[in-house]
């Protein structure tokens, strides 16, 4: 069960500017699971308006005349389907607080048995069970330049939203159950740096390997094959208004067959997934 979001807002101060901030509360109306779209995914897409006065959607590359037009599609799902006004605060932040809020209400409800323990952005993978031994290491790392030359100092790794389990003893550190990369939209850079990250994280994990799973609102289908193919690096890659672009393709007569054929070979082999399905399967897996 997902949660209905109340929605309020706040100014806050980031990088000398000020944004408009959507927190959620959550709601008395449950949900049920059916939509394959978040529960927030109509509170952060909305259109933007760039320099010269062009409105696009959020999500879209506005370089990329299909990325721009599926978005206007997918919003237009978006607004059909939700009983709220579009108001497109998202990206960032925003979208790791809206993960791991939703988490929160979700995970209790699916499994009450355990205690569940959430993050965002704050904690080095070395504060979790399978990870603490690399305290010690950055330790040597940090004491020795030739250590920092062959290993690096890229291992401390801060996940954009951690779920985590309680420790099995009391001189032991939390367990991470989950690591949930967040990146708004898809591209070279940020596909590069998922896959090394996690990477890191399967190399130096002890005991057993958290889930590894992105969630995103990249539009364009070969742009979420280019992280959901792969060789293990991410369990799966899970979309925050799937409905809404899943019918968004069905209507695009202007995408390439391999933007359509992408989009089958992703969602047909499981690797791109219905936000929906991301709590259930952490909380049964």
Known sequence: ?????????????????????????????????????????????????????????????????????????????????????????????????????????????????????????SEKI???????????????????????????????????????????????PRFLHAAVSCKWTIRSDRVQNIRHENNQMIRHRRERLPHLVTVTAEPLPTRLAAIARGTGEVDAVYHVAYDALDGAIAEAGFLTRDQKDAWEEVTEQGRVRPYSDLAKTLAFW
């Open 1 to 121: 069960m997902a949660v209905a979001f109340t929605l309020t807002s706040h100014l806050f101060f980031e990088e000398q500017d000020y944004y408009q901030m959507t927190l959620w509360d959550v709601g008395t109306g449950p949900y049920d699971g059916t939509d394959g779209n978040a529960p927030f995914a109509s509170a952060l897409i909305g259109w933007k308006t760039l320099r010269g006065g062009r409105r696009v959607v959020n999500i879209a590359d506005s370089d990329n005349s299909p990325s721009c037009q599926l978005s206007e599609l997918v919003i237009d799902n978006l607004i059909a389907s939700s009983h709220s006004a579009v108001i497109g605060l998202g990206t960032g932040r925003p979208l790791e607080k809206a993960v791991a809020a939703s988490l929160e209400y979700d995970l209790p409800k699916l499994d009450p048995s355990r205690t569940w323990m959430f993050g965002t952005g």
């Open 126 to 172: 070395s504060d979790f069970l399978q990870y603490k031994h690399l305290e010690k290491v950055d330790q040597l790392v940090t004491q020795y330049a030739e250590l920092r030359t062959t290993l690096g100092t890229d291992y401390l790794i801060k996940p954009d939203v951690t779920v985590s389990l309680p420790a099995r003893h009391e001189w032991e």
